[in-house]
């Protein structure tokens, strides 16, 4: 049994050194996670203290690999948004926000095959539990609602038409 000694401090546990992950191998482990845009895989890689061209070189290389797919993330983020009850327009102005382009945007809204009216009907009807009644006030505050959801107003009016019953 080792002795207590006071002259001798005690050994600290060895920790491994870790290697300097690379950019590309950060961005790696990002992608790893969950898609990411390119501008928001570069802002990620920037704010973890990479310079800027080297996030964007790594960013490159990794598009080129086939990890990084702004039109991939672009599905995925229509698919997600869509089931967390969000509209077309609120959408289509998040995947702006994304860097990603016009044609890219269409092209993931046009993967979804539903109805943008039941979607809005069933944004409401899990908003307001069922059927709304004839109330004016009531009425407007499930069209407001779906308004900042990103609904426009045809849709609002199909989601409304269907909840009352008509």
Excluded: C
């Excluded at 290697?19 to 390119?38: D, N, W, Y």
């Excluded at 009644?133 to 199909?158: C, P, S």
């Amino acid at each position: 049994m080792p002795e207590n000694r006071p002259d001798v401090a005690p050994k600290a546990p060895r920790k491994r050194k870790s290697k300097e992950l690379t950019p590309t191998q950060r961005a790696l482990a990002l992608l790893v996670r969950r898609e990411h845009s390119s501008r928001e895989l570069t802002r990620k890689l920037a704010a973890r203290g990479i310079e800027a061209a080297d996030a964007q070189a790594a960013v490159q290389r990794l598009t080129g690999d086939g990890w990084q797919s702004d039109a991939r993330f672009a599905e995925m983020l229509v698919r997600t948004r869509i089931s967390q009850g969000y509209g077309p327009q609120r959408i289509r102005a998040e995947l702006g926000m994304h860097g990603i382009d016009r044609e890219s945007v269409e092209t993931a809204m046009e993967s979804f095959e539903g109805d943008w009216a039941q979607v809005a009907a069933g944004v409401l009807a899990r908003r307001f539990g069922g059927r709304l009644v004839n109330d004016r006030m009531q009425q407007r505050k499930a069209a407001e609602f779906l308004y900042r959801r990103g609904f426009d107003g045809d849709l609002v009016r199909a989601a409304l038409r269907e909840s009352v019953g008509d």
